[in-house]
């Protein structure tokens, strides 16, 4: 049975490149040497104690069986109260359904958009896991190319543009991976006309609401309140490995949504739910905002040693936890840059290339999800390397 | 923005039947009857102490990160011994994944070998959200009509019969929901060969695994190695609510499965795989064995209380935790059954229209995840009804 060939969509489905640095990252380290971890998409800090508390109450307690495919009632209760607090939004509990990361929302919000061939309008660089849901789900991507120009962000005038007979809607992601950027209100309510006038749908991924710095984010529902939302208690909440986030969608789409995660998923996992209901509380979001401040403090370091050192960052991030450096001045192909940086500096980031096509060559995303000291030492060792 | 249309895959999911029949005995116990629940296909143990115990300890640790997208090592180590313990076969750890449930497994196998339009074989009756992930996919299914004849199991015969150019594979369960019924390894032998024979795929859902009472079933993998194989810790290993299954897989495969696990899944839950390991254990292994004996006690007791009644059950179940019988003594709409059932007996049950559409109306599917002295009340009131 020696040559199988598999599907055509699994052949399409890319890697990130970033594993391969990662691996030989590993295999540095099991050599004695010290790298400095900035490829990671994970905050280093771990599940606030509160959270991880409540885990094992829950153990404790037995609820440990299948729930509701929307997640328990008291879940969905509690993000519902966050949207009043957070955003003075209201909302249903009902229009929020809890999923197995924002990965499990992706995949139900874009079964539910798409038919085969048809195609959602998203930002190149971006999140690269969005252009695969498609592809798996035989949808299609329109990757439009965004620049500082434009914040790094789609635009009305660009979502317009790329608009075809066969687009079902737009992706926005705000604050964005790899850019840290986010939409202006104003933007975002002339993005949110120009799909509601085209008879599509708006999907906004806010996964790294909470860690904007200086300010707090707008969330979509406050403009348009019939957009989808993608959210997850693994990036400012710090739940990665609990698996669980949550989609809100308009009244009309609750049914289907279920429908589709009782045959795709059965439920959301249980523990960790029980987990996250800790995540709001006071103690909680002490440790959380914390922790914003330190990313905050992290930020402005390596956005300024970077510029110092020539790496090119003509907008300034303003969230997440990612600086996505233009490295031009240096070279034209990032990918063989990061691994002389990894091989000569034993500093691990992530090329531009696992995030998209536009100008990938050129770019670089630092991850500081690790403290300042270690930020430091990357600094100066990468400055020794390109600066001498 | 009212009248909302959604993509026609989302029209084409089916929602389970028994989810309003749910919700009305939930109603009925609020109002104080006492609702006998026969419909679930959810062990009533729950979680083995250990296991539990081994979660705290991870949580305590800080063990809640990502982890690798195909699972922890020595999880997936672990399993491949599993394999050797209880089936003597030599599996390389790096052929299995580690997957959120069985859901996440059936994802990724059914995205590596069907592209749109093509087609697996799936027994009718047989675990609904199969086909409706084909669905998804924009790949379908080959729904085959089985029944006590051929044991309600696919037979060489009849997938030489129904394959066509669009057959990517074959699916079967065994034992399988909802029949009980496993495929004897001659006939599993003769459809592997089948398979095999036209360059198509055989995945295997071994789900119920270890819930086989008086003998044990044999894998795939001792009769075709190079066969998909799904498996979970709900069943056996009594986790549901921690979501958590895996996948074995042909070598040839790997790499394609673990780049699509990393964009659909990032990694399964961290807390439920390091819980997993304890899953394994002597002291685990003693709880899980009692309790399959406690299911072995409640399917001859159901078995018998059911055929006394007059359910015809031609085939004994021989495993997992469900008896399919044709009540055509009684109704040929065992949908409106089910629900006179619920109203007058207070005995909730799956419809077999849950399953498929090959003599469903006259099918129910008792589950046996509650214990003696509960299915005893329930057959003494189904009696009193159908018997007087």
């Not at 202006?184 to 790294?208: F, S, T």
Request: glycine content about 8%; overall charge negative.
């Amino acid at each position: 049975m020696g040559d199988k060939s598999w599907s055509q969509r699994a052949a399409e489905i890319e890697s990130f490149k970033v594993m391969d640095l990662l691996k030989r990252a590993r295999q540095l380290e099991s050599e004695g040497y010290d790298v400095v971890h900035m490829e990671v998409g994970e905050p280093d800090f771990g599940t606030p104690a509160p959270v991880a508390e409540a885990a094992k109450v829950a153990i404790d307690k037995g609820l440990t069986q299948y729930t509701p495919a929307a997640g328990i009632p008291e879940l969905r209760q509690r993000i519902a109260e966050f949207y009043k607090q957070r955003y003075g939004v209201d909302l249903p509990a009902e229009r929020i359904l809890v999923t197995a990361g924002a990965s499990g929302a992706l995949l139900l919000a874009f079964s539910l958009l798409t038919d085969a061939g048809q195609k959602m309008i998203l930002s190149d660089p971006g999140y690269p896991c969005n252009r695969q849901f498609l592809r798996v789900l035989e949808a299609a991507s329109t990757l439009v190319p965004v620049d500082a120009s434009g914040n790094y962000q789609l635009t009305a005038e660009s979502v317009a543009a790329h608009w075809d007979q066969d687009t079902a809607g737009v992706l926005l992601a705000s604050p964005a991976n790899p850019t840290g950027t986010v939409v202006a209100d104003e933007e975002l309510a002339a993005i949110a006309d120009v799909v509601a006038n085209r008879g599509g749908q708006l999907v906004v991924d806010e996964l790294y609401h909470g860690l904007t710095y200086g300010f707090d984010a707008t969330s979509v529902l406050q403009i348009q309140p019939d957009a989808f939302v993608l959210n997850s208690f693994s990036k400012y909440f710090g739940m990665t490995g609990w698996r669980l986030g949550w989609l809100v969608a308009p009244e009309g789409a609750v049914h289907e949504l279920e429908r589709m995660a009782q045959n795709l998923f059965i439920s959301p996992p249980t523990v960790s739910q029980y987990a996250a209901l800790a995540a709001f509380e006071p103690d909680t979001i002490a440790i959380l905002e914390q922790r914003r401040e330190a990313f905050r403090q992290r930020r402005d370091l390596l956005v300024a040693g970077l510029r110092d050192i020539g790496f090119e960052l003509p907008v300034t991030p303003q969230g997440a936890f990612y600086v996505y450096a233009d490295a031009s001045r240096f070279t034209d192909n990032t990918f063989d840059f990061c691994w002389d940086i990894l091989e000569d500096c034993k500093v691990a980031v992530t090329p531009g290339l696992d995030f998209g096509h536009h100008h990938a060559s050129r770019h670089i995303r630092f991850s500081y999800t690790t403290d300042l000291d270690r930020i430091e030492l990357a600094l100066e060792r990468i400055r020794q390397k390109v600066v001498g």
